[in-house]
């Protein structure tokens, strides 16, 4: 059944391994090769989408870095202002809310404590609509919404999420191509493509999963480890981040790469593994002098990028390949290798993957 681990050894690695088939439900009867369907998110979202002149998203955890994706996502591609914030923070300020600003909270469980207050704060601030992405049918946050998306990922168990936060990342790419629909704008042929062939590269970076659990031994021993992205893979960075700190308790910070020699540089040296998200976008040559800066100081970088940007292992470089992703998708398709690091990391130190210590997997009190 749905709550049994199966083949493998935690449900974390079931649930990683389910993200293929997870996508693709999430997917399921909700766009075609040339359209996205409006309606997917109710009858009311087309007039509310076409009156969104700005969206705030509200979320905890891994549900908040969901978030920071889709706002890279609905600027580019919607052409839509986005605020991000953590529920904990949002709901004990006094926003500002512009006519015409959309409503979003993220969650798994749709029970979290300090995302629930902030739908019912936000119901009083004079929204268009508000809406939530989640993965549990008939939560608190699904019925107090006007308008709600499921992300079909199924019983998630693992305490650490992971086909949770790639689903909610269907979600916002629906909603960025919704948006962007209900506004009158041209649909985005390529994106749609991509969404579809998803769920077969992800099944081929699930395939390198023997190399990353090799990779993953030059981290049981380390006590910090750093994580570098650009533009929409900062916020992958900081997921690979928490995903280490929480099961394997190892140290983990994620930086916008720009902002290395703002500090964390000063951290670097031969201790210190940095971790680097490197698709083929237009931050590539960026981000690769930022990784001269590191191999200047002596750090160990293991690099997750594109074939085609011709980084190569060297002494102090590992490089993991992954396949060409149209520039949209590769946040997603980027996920799963850290997620798979991270699980491996633990394991190799024997912590409780599932139920790491004093972490609980909805946390319905403040
Ligand atoms: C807890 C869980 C996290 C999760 C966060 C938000 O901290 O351990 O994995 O991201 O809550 O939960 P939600 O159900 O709102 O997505």
Same mark, same amino acid.
């Given at each position: ?132 992405? %989640? ?66 590269? %992800? ?164």
């Amino acid at each position: 059944g749905a709550a049994s681990k199966g083949e493998y050894r935690h449900y974390m690695l079931k649930e990683i391994f389910e993200q293929p088939k997870v996508i693709e439900a999430a997917l399921e009867g909700r766009m075609s090769a040339s359209s996205v369907l409006v309606e997917s998110f109710g009858p009311d979202a087309q007039a509310l989408f076409q009156k969104t002149r700005q969206v705030h998203i509200i979320a905890c955890g891994t549900s908040y870095h969901a978030g920071l994706v889709a706002r890279y996502w609905l600027e580019r591609y919607a052409g839509v202002p986005v605020q991000v914030e953590v529920a904990s923070e949002y709901r004990y300020r006094h926003p500002v809310v512009p006519e015409g600003t959309l409503f979003v909270t993220l969650s798994q469980s749709g029970e979290t404590a300090d995302t629930l207050a902030a739908l019912r704060f936000a119901k009083t601030l004079g929204y268009v609509g508000t809406l939530a992405i %989640c993965n549990v049918p008939g939560s608190s946050l699904v019925r107090e919404s006007d308008m709600s998306l499921m992300t079909r990922a199924g019983p998630e168990i693992g305490v650490a999420s992971t086909k949770a936060f790639t689903t909610q990342l269907i979600a916002l790419l629906l909603l960025t191509l919704s948006v962007s629909k209900a506004k009158g704008q041209p649909e985005q042929p390529e994106i749609l493509a991509g969404l579809q062939a998803l769920p077969s590269l %992800c099944q081929q970076v699930l395939g390198l999963d023997a190399q990353i659990e090799a990779l993953s031994q030059a981290f049981a021993e380390k006590h910090h480890a750093l994580f570098l992205g650009r533009g929409a893979h900062y916020p992958i960075a900081l997921e690979g981040a928490l995903k280490l700190k929480e099961i394997s308790y190892i140290h983990a910070e994620a930086y916008p790469a720009g902002e290395l020699k703002h500090g964390p540089l000063a951290l670097v040296d031969s201790e210190m593994p940095v971790i680097s998200v490197a698709p083929n976008d237009e931050l590539l040559e960026k981000l690769k002098s930022n990784l001269q800066e590191v191999r200047a100081r002596g750090g160990q970088l293991f690099v997750f990028a594109d074939r085609k940007v011709g980084i190569s292992a060297q002494e102090d470089i590992r490089v993991l390949e992954l396949p060409e992703v149209h520039e949209a998708l590769a946040p997603l398709l980027y996920t799963l290798p850290l997620q798979l690091l991270s699980y491996h990391v633990a394991v190799l130190k024997g912590t409780d993957v599932d139920q790491p210590r004093n972490l609980a997997k909805s946390v319905t009190v403040e």
